[in-house]
Protein backbone atom coordinates (compact mmCIF):
# COMPACT_ATOMS: atom_id res chain seq x y z
CA UNK A 1 0.00 0.00 0.00
CA UNK A 2 1.32 3.32 -1.37
CA UNK A 3 1.54 6.10 1.55
CA UNK A 4 1.00 8.61 -1.67
CA UNK A 5 -2.80 8.12 -3.10
CA UNK A 6 -3.22 8.50 -6.73
CA UNK A 7 -6.84 7.16 -8.08
CA UNK A 8 -5.88 4.40 -10.42
CA UNK A 9 -7.09 5.34 -13.43
CA UNK A 10 -8.13 8.69 -14.94
CA UNK A 11 -8.87 9.16 -19.31
CA UNK A 12 -9.88 12.09 -21.44
CA UNK A 13 -10.73 12.82 -25.01
CA UNK A 14 -8.01 14.69 -27.10
CA UNK A 15 -7.72 18.57 -26.15
CA UNK A 16 -9.06 17.58 -23.08
CA UNK A 17 -7.90 18.93 -19.76
CA UNK A 18 -7.51 16.29 -17.01
CA UNK A 19 -5.95 16.37 -13.91
CA UNK A 20 -4.76 13.56 -11.64
CA UNK A 21 -4.57 13.99 -7.95
CA UNK A 22 -1.65 12.96 -4.50
CA UNK A 23 -2.59 13.12 -1.51
CA UNK A 24 -0.50 12.38 1.30
CA UNK A 25 0.07 13.57 4.88
CA UNK A 26 2.07 16.02 6.60
CA UNK A 27 5.45 13.94 7.28
CA UNK A 28 5.55 13.87 3.04
CA UNK A 29 3.18 16.28 1.05
CA UNK A 30 2.84 18.42 3.67
CA UNK A 31 6.62 19.06 4.52
CA UNK A 32 7.97 18.40 1.06
CA UNK A 33 8.23 19.10 -2.50
CA UNK A 34 6.40 17.14 -4.84
CA UNK A 35 7.65 15.51 -8.16
CA UNK A 36 5.66 13.92 -10.97
CA UNK A 37 7.32 11.14 -13.47
CA UNK A 38 5.88 9.64 -16.60
CA UNK A 39 6.63 6.46 -17.42
CA UNK A 40 6.19 5.00 -20.90
CA UNK A 41 5.40 1.13 -21.13
CA UNK A 42 8.45 -0.78 -21.10
CA UNK A 43 10.90 2.35 -20.04
CA UNK A 44 12.28 4.09 -17.20
CA UNK A 45 10.30 6.60 -15.66
CA UNK A 46 10.93 9.83 -16.65
CA UNK A 47 10.91 13.42 -14.46
CA UNK A 48 7.88 15.19 -15.37
CA UNK A 49 7.56 18.24 -12.85
CA UNK A 50 9.37 18.77 -9.75
CA UNK A 51 9.54 20.55 -6.96
CA UNK A 52 6.19 20.85 -7.11
CA UNK A 53 5.48 23.27 -10.36
CA UNK A 54 8.50 23.15 -12.38
CA UNK A 55 9.08 21.66 -15.85
CA UNK A 56 12.33 20.40 -17.02
CA UNK A 57 13.72 21.43 -20.53
CA UNK A 58 11.78 19.80 -22.73
CA UNK A 59 8.37 19.12 -21.31
CA UNK A 60 5.57 20.86 -23.07
CA UNK A 61 3.84 23.34 -20.78
CA UNK A 62 1.03 21.42 -21.41
CA UNK A 63 2.00 19.81 -18.06
CA UNK A 64 1.94 21.43 -14.82
CA UNK A 65 1.83 20.80 -11.65
CA UNK A 66 0.55 22.25 -8.41
CA UNK A 67 0.97 21.32 -4.41
CA UNK A 68 -1.67 23.04 -1.54
CA UNK A 69 -1.39 21.52 1.81
CA UNK A 70 -0.87 17.48 1.89
CA UNK A 71 -2.41 17.39 -1.37
CA UNK A 72 -0.99 18.09 -5.40
CA UNK A 73 -2.20 17.57 -8.66
CA UNK A 74 -0.70 17.02 -12.21
CA UNK A 75 -2.70 18.62 -14.82
CA UNK A 76 -2.34 18.28 -18.42
CA UNK A 77 -3.81 20.34 -20.66
CA UNK A 78 -4.78 19.74 -24.71
CA UNK A 79 -4.73 16.12 -24.09
CA UNK A 80 -3.00 13.97 -26.94
CA UNK A 81 -2.81 10.47 -27.70
CA UNK A 82 1.14 10.18 -26.64
CA UNK A 83 -0.33 11.01 -22.91
CA UNK A 84 -1.64 7.74 -22.64
CA UNK A 85 0.34 6.16 -19.82
CA UNK A 86 1.41 5.75 -16.43
CA UNK A 87 2.05 9.00 -14.40
CA UNK A 88 3.45 8.62 -10.84
CA UNK A 89 3.91 11.21 -7.69
CA UNK A 90 6.79 11.26 -5.34
CA UNK A 91 8.05 12.98 -2.39
CA UNK A 92 10.09 12.69 0.41
CA UNK A 93 8.63 10.95 3.72
CA UNK A 94 10.44 12.39 6.89
CA UNK A 95 9.21 9.94 9.18
CA UNK A 96 10.15 7.10 6.90
CA UNK A 97 13.05 9.23 6.16
CA UNK A 98 12.94 7.84 2.36
CA UNK A 99 10.82 8.80 -0.83
CA UNK A 100 7.80 7.37 -1.19
CA UNK A 101 5.81 7.28 -4.34
CA UNK A 102 2.30 7.29 -5.37
CA UNK A 103 0.60 3.55 -6.97
CA UNK A 104 0.26 5.51 -10.10
CA UNK A 105 -2.26 6.68 -12.51
CA UNK A 106 -2.68 5.18 -15.59
CA UNK A 107 -3.99 7.90 -17.97
CA UNK A 108 -6.12 6.58 -21.21
CA UNK A 109 -6.98 8.99 -23.85
CA UNK A 110 -10.23 7.90 -24.92
CA UNK B 1 24.99 13.22 -22.11
CA UNK B 2 24.10 12.12 -18.79
CA UNK B 3 24.02 8.51 -18.30
CA UNK B 4 23.21 5.75 -15.88
CA UNK B 5 23.73 2.09 -16.84
CA UNK B 6 23.01 -0.93 -14.46
CA UNK B 7 23.70 -4.25 -14.86
CA UNK B 8 24.25 -7.46 -12.56
CA UNK B 9 20.46 -8.77 -12.92
CA UNK B 10 19.61 -12.20 -13.46
CA UNK B 11 18.21 -15.34 -11.99
CA UNK B 12 18.85 -15.90 -8.64
CA UNK B 13 17.80 -18.36 -5.95
CA UNK B 14 15.44 -17.76 -2.65
CA UNK B 15 18.10 -16.99 0.16
CA UNK B 16 20.97 -16.54 -2.38
CA UNK B 17 22.93 -12.88 -3.03
CA UNK B 18 23.27 -10.55 -6.36
CA UNK B 19 25.01 -7.18 -6.46
CA UNK B 20 23.90 -4.60 -8.97
CA UNK B 21 26.16 -2.10 -10.56
CA UNK B 22 25.22 1.20 -11.81
CA UNK B 23 28.27 3.33 -14.18
CA UNK B 24 27.61 6.99 -14.39
CA UNK B 25 28.91 9.40 -16.86
CA UNK B 26 28.14 12.86 -17.68
CA UNK B 27 28.17 14.54 -14.69
CA UNK B 28 30.31 14.85 -11.61
CA UNK B 29 29.55 11.88 -10.30
CA UNK B 30 31.44 12.06 -6.47
CA UNK B 31 28.75 15.40 -5.47
CA UNK B 32 25.40 13.47 -6.52
CA UNK B 33 23.44 11.40 -4.13
CA UNK B 34 22.00 8.00 -5.60
CA UNK B 35 19.49 6.26 -5.08
CA UNK B 36 17.82 2.72 -6.02
CA UNK B 37 14.25 2.09 -7.04
CA UNK B 38 12.55 -0.90 -8.56
CA UNK B 39 9.59 -2.15 -9.87
CA UNK B 40 7.72 -5.44 -9.88
CA UNK B 41 5.91 -6.31 -13.26
CA UNK B 42 2.35 -4.87 -13.46
CA UNK B 43 3.41 -2.95 -10.39
CA UNK B 44 3.99 0.59 -9.34
CA UNK B 45 7.46 2.14 -8.09
CA UNK B 46 8.64 1.31 -4.74
CA UNK B 47 12.06 3.33 -3.31
CA UNK B 48 14.56 0.87 -1.94
CA UNK B 49 17.49 3.05 -0.73
CA UNK B 50 20.05 6.12 -1.61
CA UNK B 51 23.97 6.75 -0.55
CA UNK B 52 24.58 10.23 -0.10
CA UNK B 53 28.23 12.36 -1.44
CA UNK B 54 31.29 12.14 0.38
CA UNK B 55 30.09 15.36 1.30
CA UNK B 56 27.35 13.54 3.62
CA UNK B 57 29.21 11.04 4.51
CA UNK B 58 28.00 8.69 2.20
CA UNK B 59 24.88 8.05 4.45
CA UNK B 60 22.36 5.53 3.29
CA UNK B 61 18.98 4.82 3.96
CA UNK B 62 16.63 2.14 3.49
CA UNK B 63 13.28 1.15 2.74
CA UNK B 64 11.74 -1.15 5.79
CA UNK B 65 11.42 -3.78 3.04
CA UNK B 66 15.19 -4.22 2.58
CA UNK B 67 16.68 -3.07 5.16
CA UNK B 68 19.04 -5.19 7.28
CA UNK B 69 19.13 -7.24 3.82
CA UNK B 70 20.29 -4.81 0.63
CA UNK B 71 23.75 -2.67 1.19
CA UNK B 72 24.51 0.65 -1.03
CA UNK B 73 27.94 1.27 -1.77
CA UNK B 74 29.88 3.15 -4.24
CA UNK B 75 33.13 4.32 -5.65
CA UNK B 76 33.98 7.55 -6.94
CA UNK B 77 36.89 6.65 -8.40
CA UNK B 78 34.92 4.63 -10.84
CA UNK B 79 31.42 6.40 -11.00
CA UNK B 80 29.78 3.61 -9.94
CA UNK B 81 27.13 2.98 -7.72
CA UNK B 82 26.05 -0.88 -6.21
CA UNK B 83 23.49 -2.71 -4.74
CA UNK B 84 24.25 -5.68 -2.70
CA UNK B 85 21.11 -7.72 -2.37
CA UNK B 86 21.55 -11.13 0.51
CA UNK B 87 18.63 -12.88 1.50
CA UNK B 88 16.67 -12.44 -1.53
CA UNK B 89 12.95 -13.88 -1.51
CA UNK B 90 10.45 -13.93 -4.14
CA UNK B 91 8.98 -11.11 -3.35
CA UNK B 92 12.25 -8.81 -4.26
CA UNK B 93 11.77 -9.92 -7.74
CA UNK B 94 11.61 -6.71 -9.89
CA UNK B 95 13.62 -4.16 -11.95
CA UNK B 96 16.13 -2.18 -10.26
CA UNK B 97 16.54 1.45 -11.68
CA UNK B 98 19.60 3.70 -10.01
CA UNK B 99 18.70 7.21 -10.47
CA UNK B 100 20.72 10.64 -10.34
CA UNK B 101 19.18 12.72 -7.13
CA UNK B 102 19.45 15.89 -7.97
CA UNK B 103 18.98 19.11 -4.76
CA UNK B 104 18.16 22.62 -5.24
CA UNK B 105 17.15 24.95 -2.97
CA UNK B 106 16.66 22.07 -0.33
CA UNK B 107 14.15 20.34 -3.00
CA UNK B 108 15.40 16.50 -4.52
CA UNK B 109 14.39 14.71 -7.44
CA UNK B 110 15.51 11.79 -9.21
CA UNK B 111 16.46 13.86 -12.67
CA UNK B 112 17.94 10.81 -14.45
CA UNK B 113 17.41 7.32 -14.79
CA UNK B 114 19.37 4.15 -15.47
CA UNK B 115 17.56 1.71 -18.12
CA UNK B 116 17.21 -0.87 -15.57
CA UNK B 117 18.22 -4.14 -14.99
CA UNK B 118 15.80 -7.34 -14.16
CA UNK B 119 16.56 -9.34 -11.11
CA UNK B 120 14.12 -12.34 -10.79
CA UNK B 121 14.25 -14.74 -7.39
CA UNK B 122 13.09 -17.74 -7.61
CA UNK B 123 13.52 -21.34 -7.07
Known amino acids: QSVLTQPPSASGTPGQRVTISCSGS????????VNWYQQLPGTAPKLLIY???QRPSGVPDRFSGSKSGTSASLAISGLQSEDETDYYC???????????FGGGTKLTVL | EVQLVESGGGLVQPGGSLKLSCAASGFTFSGSAMHWVRQASGKGLEWVGR??????????TYAASVKGRFTISRDDSKNTAYLQMNSLKTEDTAVYYC??????????????WGQGTLVTVSS
Open chain 2, 99 to 112: TRRYCSGGNCYSDY
Open chain 1, 90 to 100: AAWDDSLNGVI
Open chain 1, 26 to 33: SSNIGGNA
Open chain 1, 51 to 53: TNN
Open chain 2, 51 to 60: IGSKANSYAT
